[in-house]
Structure formats: structure tokens, C-alpha cells
């Protein structure tokens, strides 16, 4: 249901949707790994698709731990709305920092995402990086698949440390980045 879904989401908007077919749960696991569970607050995901990385955040985040999902498009939302209404969503990644003010959340301790910045146009992708640094809080962590090492050089220039895993089990294969924010 969720690759029929995501592959027709992929034909109708092949540069937003960015693949053919969700991640893995493989990449999910190393999308998560490096969060603290007892100390996270508030994560934000971007472009989370039919929700495999969402899962894992819903069954794992702390009583009292903020999720907030960022979702283009409608009906993939609205679908995430459907299994998990515990989290609150919103459509545009864009919107990170005004969305957090809504929220009333200080910042971010982690932000995860999935969202294909290769495929975007280079004021969109600054836009979004920009809201993702305003947003992450001191010591926050930006943890984000990409299927190249395209994005390497802009992430080090904006954050204090960076660094990858790579992850061959997936279609396609991808690299987790891992970005810390200086304190
Ligand atoms: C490569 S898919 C990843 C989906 C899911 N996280 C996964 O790994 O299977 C990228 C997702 O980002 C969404 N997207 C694209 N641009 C976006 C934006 N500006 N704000 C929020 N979501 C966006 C697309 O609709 C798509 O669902």
C-alpha cells in the first residue's frame, strides 16, 4: 500500500518526491540511531513520505517529547494523520522556524529529513538549511539521508561537525549524515 502509494506520489512529482520507493527499515534504524530517547524534547521531521521513519519515532519518543512532521503533500499527510494523531504536522518544510514558534518549542534537539535536496533549486534548499540552523537548538543534531555526497561541503560549512554512514540496504543505496550543531 505504502510503495503503490509512493510510486504513483513519485510519477505524479518525480523531483519533490525524489525516489521510487520508500526508505528502508534499514535506513530508518540508522536514521535514529543517534538520538537520545531520554533527553529529546522536540524532533521535527521533513519530508516524511508514507511515515517509515515516522513510525519509529512514534513508538519510541519519551511521554512529553514534541513530534512534528513536515509532509508536502496531501494525502500522504493525511494518511500520517490518520495512523498517528498524537503528532502534529504541518505541509512545508520551508516553515520549519515559524512552525516551531507556533508550537511554542524553543528549538529543536534533533531534525531528521528526508527531503531530496539535490532535486531542489538552490534558493529553496538554502531556505530550508536556513530554517533548519535557526531552528536546531546548541548541541542539536540535523540527521539527513542523501543517495550522493553531494550535500558534504554546504553542511560542513554550516555546522561544527559532520559526519556519515552509509547505508547499502536500501533502493538506492544512501548516506546518513549526521550534523551537530556548535554549542
Ligand atoms: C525521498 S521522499 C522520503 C520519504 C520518507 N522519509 C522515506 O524515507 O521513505 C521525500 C519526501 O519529501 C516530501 N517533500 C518534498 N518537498 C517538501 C517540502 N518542501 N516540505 C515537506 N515535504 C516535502 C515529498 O513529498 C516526499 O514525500
Same mark, same amino acid.
Given at each position: ?5 509512493? %510510486? ?11 525516489? !521510487? *520507493? ?13 538520538? &537520545?530517547? *531520554?533527553?529529546?524534547?522536540? #524532533?521535527?521531521? %521533513?519530508?516524511a513520505g508514507t511515515g517509515i521513519f515516522t513510525r ?14 513536515? $509532509? ?11 495512523? +498517528?494523531? @498524537?503528532?502534529? +504536522?504541518? &505541509?512545508?518544510?520551508? $516553515? ?13 534537539? +534533533?531534525? %531528521?529529513?528526508?527531503?531530496?535536496? *539535490? ?6 534548499? @538554502?531556505r530550508i538549511m536556513e530554517g533548519v540552523e535557526e ?7 540535523? #540527521? ?7 550535500? =558534504?561541503? =554546504? ?9 556519515? @554512514?552509509?547505508?547499502?540496504?536500501? #533502493?538506492?543505496?544512501?548516506? !546518513? +549524515?549526521?550534523?551537530?550543531?556548535? $554549542?
Amino acid at each position: 500500500m505504502d510503495k503503490l502509494l509512493f %510510486l504513483y506520489k513519485f510519477l505524479r512529482s518525480p523531483k519533490s518526491v525524489g525516489s !521510487v *520507493t520508500p526508505s528502508s527499515r534499514f535506513l530508518a534504524r540508522a536514521m535514529i540511531k543517534p538520538i &537520545d530517547w *531520554t533527553a529529546a524534547k522536540n #524532533i521535527a521531521e %521533513l519530508g516524511a513520505g508514507t511515515g517509515i521513519f515516522t513510525r519509529y519515532l512514534h513508538q519510541m519518543k519519551r511521554h512529553g517529547c514534541n513530534v512534528i512532521v513536515f $509532509e508536502r503533500d496531501d494525502k500522504m499527510r493525511e494518511r500520517l494523520k490518520s495512523l +498517528y494523531p @498524537d503528532l502534529s +504536522y504541518h &505541509d512545508n518544510a520551508a $516553515e520549519i522556524h515559524s512552525v516551531m514558534k507556533q508550537h511554542h518549542i524553543e528549538k529543536f534537539d +534533533y531534525i %531528521l529529513s528526508g527531503l531530496p535536496f *539535490t532535486n531542489f533549486p538552490q534558493d529553496l534548499r @538554502d531556505r530550508i538549511m536556513e530554517g533548519v540552523e535557526e531552528s536546531l537548538k546548541p548541541g542539536g543534531m540535523f #540527521i539527513a539521508f542523501q543517495y550522493s555526497l553531494q550535500m =558534504q561541503k =554546504q553542511l560542513a560549512e554550516r555546522f561544527e561537525q559532520v559526519d556519515f @554512514d552509509f547505508v547499502p540496504l536500501n #533502493i538506492p543505496p544512501a548516506f !546518513v +549524515y549526521r550534523c551537530r550543531k556548535g $554549542e
